[in-house]
């Protein structure tokens, strides 16, 4: 049975959230000439070349800093983690191996992809969100974990 907490259902921030991401990934393709892939902007850096440092650098100090300036005007909303550090390191691994086969994330291909109506992207999401699915089903109701 699911339980769906209505008190803390904000349509309104997930909405103002889903513009803003909207605006960031047209902004950085219209003014860069590239795709808002977290992944493939952070596997830039493994290998990096004298003209894509900066502004990877740039975009990732964005991701990172704006929650700390979010803690400057408010509480940052809970979060709950029901799980211990071997099973967060090997998710981790498991979505980076999946985002190097996958060539690309949610970012990439969810947000930026479908947007711009690409079957590759649609194929790429639709595995990903199925191979979500079936993670917690069989963690939750074949393991029980």
Not at 64 to 93: K, R, T
Not at 117 to 126: D, K
Request: include cysteine; charged fraction near 10%; proline fraction near 4%.
């Amino acid at each position: 049975m699911i339980d769906i907490a209505w008190s803390q259902f904000t349509p309104g921030s997930a909405l103002a959230g889903g513009v803003m991401i909207g605006l960031a990934a047209a902004s950085f393709l219209l003014l860069n000439g590239r795709i808002a892939g977290i992944s493939g902007i952070l596997g830039g850096l493994l290998i990096p070349t004298k003209l894509d440092i900066l502004w990877r650098v740039a975009f990732l100090a964005g991701i990172i800093g704006a929650p700390l300036l979010w803690m400057l005007a408010g509480d940052l909303p809970p979060i709950e983690i029901n799980a211990g550090y071997p099973a967060l390191v090997i998710a981790g691994l498991l979505v980076g191996i999946g985002t190097r086969y996958g060539s690309g994330c949610t970012s990439g291909h969810g947000v930026c992809g479908l947007s711009r109506l690409s079957l590759r992207s649609l194929v790429a999401t639709l595995s990903f969100m199925a191979a979500g699915f079936a993670t917690v089903f069989v963690a939750r109701h074949l393991i029980g974990a």
